[in-house]
Every structure is written in structure tokens, then in C-alpha cells.
């Protein structure tokens, strides 16, 4: 990672868009501080005001769950297979001070009330008892459970077919307006971001190159990564299913320009030879010498 900067407000929906390798879940993990001991991490992570990077390990256990918490890409692999998904969600509950029981009966109510049939049966049962969809919606409900201010939710339908899929972000959609909950939304799929986010930022290569508004990204890009990425849709005009071919990119460039400047079909000369700062135009922002038009 290198210089990545981006913030989230209070109830909004942010999406971190990038293909596979790109540093996604590393900026997860090293928001929760979970990245192994021998990670070297600089720079700062504000939650509520407070910096939270680097604080001792008992701190940050409470701020996980109630103030942060993450549902992670595989549900099945991500809970416990010895013991009961309820019981998985009760322990949390029992560290805001419910006893056992209480803990239970709130988890079979939580169950309920995110639309998972039988909720006391299913509560009942072990991870490999349950489909992926109903593993992940047990996975939104632990995330959830302790009413956090920020919930991450890493690429959390990639495992689930289209219309699991779409139920889960229904679901999500609906939760978290109702908590008014800020959410952290990583993918590679633009079609999810289209449908889930309020805001989104483009990463590559552990950098961030274009952030704005959803419509504006999807309107006006203006980073020729993200008009890549989207070039990758579907095309919505055409009746056939076919994809539009984006630019194959290379490994990034490590001299002085632009590291993107050898896989650019835009790429100027002063690409190589300077990296290009932030050029901003309201809300919508990008590292890219093209973006000088905007601020003209």
C-alpha cells in the first residue's frame, strides 16, 4: 500500500473498487488490525476521532464487533465448524453483558428479524449443515449483532449465485439504513457498486487513483483504469452478451511517472516523467495529468 488516504461518513455506503491483488482486503485487515505481527504499517486510521492504529490489542478488541466490525469473503470458511452458528453470534452478545440464555434468545430474535426462516433451528445447526447464502446471512447477523458504527463487508457475495446474491444486498441495503450504519463496501464488481454505494475509489497497485460520487464514476470517469474497469460491463445497448475488451495491463512501472503509464492508452510524456497529483473538482478527485481539464 502505498499513500492510501480515504474516508467514510457517518450512514454512508463506500465502495473500494479494484481487481483481485490489488490491496483491497489488505486495507480491511489493517483497519481491524489484523494483519500479521510482522506487517509494517505507517500512517493513520481515525475511528471516531480516535487513532486506533497501532493501540494494544485489548483496546482494539473493543472496538471490534461494537464499534467496527467485518464480514469476511468466505462464510463458511470464515465460521467455526465445531461449534453452532448461534452460538458463534451469542458469544458476542455475551461480552455486552447478556448472560447465556439471553445471548441465545437475542440471536434466535436477530435471526428473525433478518428474514433467515426457522431461526431456531437454524441457530441449531453447524456451519456445514447450512448453504453458503444462509452461512452468510449468519455472517451479516454476527457482523450486525453488536450494532457497530462501521461495518466492512469484504466482497461478501463473491461465493453466492446472482440470486442469492441479490437477496443478500437487499438485505444489507436494508439493514443498514435502518442503523444507520457507514459501511465499507469492497469489490471488484462494478455492477454491486452501481446498486450499493454512495461514493466509491478506484485502487490499484495499493494506490488510490480516482474517487467520486457514483454517478460521477460512472457518468464522467476519468482515469483510464476506471474507464477500463468499466469498459468490462456488460454493454446495456447491445442485445448480445458479449463484453468489451479494456486494456490488458501490465505490471505496474516503478520509475518516476506514472506507475500506470506503461499499461495507458492515454499516456502523455510527461506520464513518465512526473507523477501526476490529485486534480479536484468538487467531490470528484483523481491522480491522473488528464484530470487537469477538470480544474481548467
Known amino acids: 500500500m502505498r499513500g492510501l488516504s480515504f474516508s467514510i461518513d457517518e450512514g454512508e455506503v463506500y465502495a473500494l473498487v479494484g481487481a483481485s491483488g490489488s490491496g483491497k482486503s489488505v486495507t480491511s485487515m489493517a483497519i481491524m488490525g489484523l494483519l500479521p505481527i510482522a506487517a509494517v504499517i505507517e500512517g493513520r486510521v481515525s475511528f471516531e476521532g480516535r487513532e486506533i492504529l497501532g493501540i494494544p490489542e485489548r483496546e482494539m478488541q473493543k472496538i471490534r464487533g461494537s464499534g467496527i466490525s467485518m464480514i469476511f469473503q468466505d462464510p463458511v470458511a470464515s ?39 426457522s431461526p431456531r433451528e437454524v441457530a441449531s445447526s453447524y456451519p456445514h449443515q447450512l448453504s453458503g447464502g444462509m452461512c452468510q446471512r449468519v455472517m451479516i447477523a454476527m457482523a450486525l449483532s453488536r450494532n457497530p458504527r462501521l461495518l466492512i463487508a469484504d466482497e461478501p457475495t463473491t ?31 462494478l455492477a454491486i457498486v452501481a446498486e450499493m454505494a454512495d461514493r466509491a475509489g478506484i485502487i490499484w497497485h495499493g494506490e488510490l487513483w480516482e474517487e467520486a460520487p457514483i454517478e460521477d464514476l460512472f457518468n464522467s470517469p476519468l482515469h483510464p483504469y476506471t474507464q477500463t474497469l468499466l469498459q468490462a460491463l456488460p454493454d446495456r445497448e447491445r442485445d448480445d452478451p458479449f463484453f468489451h475488451l479494456g486494456t490488458v495491463l501490465t505490471e505496474r512501472n516503478e520509475g518516476i511517472g506514472c506507475p500506470f503509464a506503461s499499461s495507458c492508452p492515454e499516456e502523455m510524456p510527461i506520464c513518465s516523467q512526473e507523477m501526476p497529483p490529485w486534480f479536484q473538482n468538487g467531490a470528484h478527485k483523481v491522480r491522473c495529468w488528464l484530470g487537469r481539464e477538470m480544474v481548467l
Open 79 to 117: 465460521l467455526n465448524p465445531t461449534m453452532r452458528v448461534g452460538d458463534q453470534v451469542a458469544e458476542g452478545l455475551m461480552l455486552e453483558g447478556l448472560s447465556k440464555s439471553q445471548a441465545w434468545e437475542e440471536t434466535v430474535r436477530i435471526f428473525g428479524e433478518m428474514g433467515i426462516p
Open 159 to 189: 461465493a453466492l449465485d446472482v440470486t442469492v446474491q441479490a437477496q443478500i444486498l437487499s438485505l444489507m441495503r436494508a439493514i443498514i439504513s435502518k442503523e444507520n450504519t457507514s459501511l465499507l463496501f469492497i469489490t471488484h464488481d
